[in-house]
Structures are given as C-alpha cells and as structure tokens.
T-cell receptor, first 116, second 112 residues
Framework: AQKITQTQPGMFVQEKEAVTLDCTYDTSDQSYGLFWYKQPSSGEMIFLIYQGSYDEQNATEGRYSLNFQKARKSANLVISASQLGDSAMYFC?????????????FGQGTTLQVKP | NAGVTQTPKFRILKIGQSMTLQCTQDMNHNYMYWYRQDPGMGLKLIYYSVGAGITDKGEVPNGYNVSRSTTEDFPLRLELAAPSQTSVYFCASASHVGYEQYFGPGTRLTVT
C-alpha cells in the first residue's frame, strides 16, 4: 500500500532563513509522482512543486526546491529565504500510476510558522 | 477562467438530512476528485472520475455518491448525514494523470 509520512507536526523558522519540511513515502510502483501543496489559514490548496520518480534533477520553483532522495524514499521541501506569507500548512502527496487515475495520497501535513 | 468552483461555501445539516455539494470546472479537465479534510489532518479521497460517465470509489466512499454526466460537473451527494461527515470537502481537477490537481475553495460542512 502507498503511504506518505510527514513527521513534523509543527515547525518554526526565522524570516529570511531557509527551512526543510520532511516527507517520506512508501510505494511499490516504479513510476510515481510527488507533490507539495500549501494550505494557508484561508483554507485553499495551492500547488507548489512536483517531482517525477524518473526525473534526474531535483525540482525547483522559485524559492521552493524538492530534495528528492529516491533510495531513501524521501522528498523534502526546502523553502529558501522564508517570508511571513509562507506561514501555512504544507502537505506532501504522492500519485501512483496504478489504474492510471491520478489519485493522490496525502500526508498529515506540517504547520510552518515564520517568525519576524 | 474561474477554475474549480464549489458551492456552497458553508452548510450546517441536521443528522439524517441529505444534500448535494456542487463542483464545476471550466478547464475541460477529464479527471476530477472529491476529497475530505478532517481537522488537523491531510486530505482523503472520497470518489474520483476519469471522464464523463465514469466514476469510482476512493479511500472513504461510505455515505457518499457521485455522478459525472458532463465534463464540467462532478456533484457529491450525501445521504443521511452523520456527525462523522463533519469536514471540509474539496473538489479538484486535473488535465492529465501526473499533472497537478487544481483545487476548489472547499465546502465546510457541519452535521449536528
């Protein structure tokens, strides 16, 4: 069975510093995708970054990068130069290819608070 | 483009009542999904659809039904509401398997 684990319920970071949010996954699929979403206090789900299992380079999107370590089955999100607006809940999610349905499995999330 | 829209934004139901949560997307996406998010938790898949006329169960389908008569609409029906269905419901769509899912703003449902 596929599973996503986020072991950090809450994190604090000082403004302008970098922070890493942990995500480990379990799957028997050879082809899969990993996503990170941000959920601010307003509640909407905002897509941040995607990493495919066959991508050789780590994904980057502006201040977001994904530290993908396939052998360790980890897909940590790195946010550089934190801003107050980064305070939110962050979810790691995985898509397997079984059934070609695009279904996502989510972790429990990590709440990030950025301190001024 | 409005993206993914959901109505209503909030709803309070009494135990045993029924209701339909509406979801519409204007991006011509084939793939649509319904998730629920319980307080402090991640999202869990209720039902999904890979195209008009095709639906299937997700991880937590009990107490819900869906239909997909058009590409744009994917309503979620709650029959005989129970307190355990108190949650925030998100609808999402994607153009292809493997592409990011676009989420609606959510419906906050309370069953008392």
């Amino acid at each position: 069975a596929q599973k996503i684990t986020q072991t950090q319920p809450g994190m604090f970071v000082q403004e302008k510093e970098a922070v890493t949010l942990d995500c480990t996954y379990d799957t028997s699929d050879q082809s899969y995708g990993l996503f990170w979403y941000k959920q601010p206090s307003s509640g909407e789900m905002i897509f941040l970054i995607y990493q495919g299992s066959y991508d050789e380079q780590n994904a980057t999107e502006g201040r977001y990068s994904l530290n993908f370590q396939k052998a360790r089955k980890s897909a940590n999100l790195v946010i550089s130069a934190s801003q107050l607006g980064d305070s939110a809940m962050y979810f790691c999610a995985m898509r397997g290819v079984s059934g070609n349905t695009g279904k996502l499995i989510f972790g429990q999330g990590t709440t990030l608070q950025v301190k001024p | 483009n409005a993206g993914v829209t959901q109505t209503p934004k909030f709803r309070i139901l009494k135990i045993g009542q029924s209701m339909t949560l509406q979801c519409t997307q204007d991006m011509n996406h084939n793939y649509m999904y319904w998730y629920r998010q319980d307080p402090g938790m991640g999202l869990k898949l209720i039902y999904y659809s890979v195209g008009a006329g095709i639906t299937d169960k997700g991880e937590v389908p009990n107490g819900y039904n869906v239909s997909r008569s058009t590409t744009e609409d994917f309503p979620l029906r709650l029959e005989l509401a129970a307190p355990s269905q108190t949650s925030v419901y998100f609808c999402a769509s994607a153009s292809h398997v493997g592409y990011e899912q676009y989420f609606g703003p959510g419906t906050r449902l309370t069953v008392t």
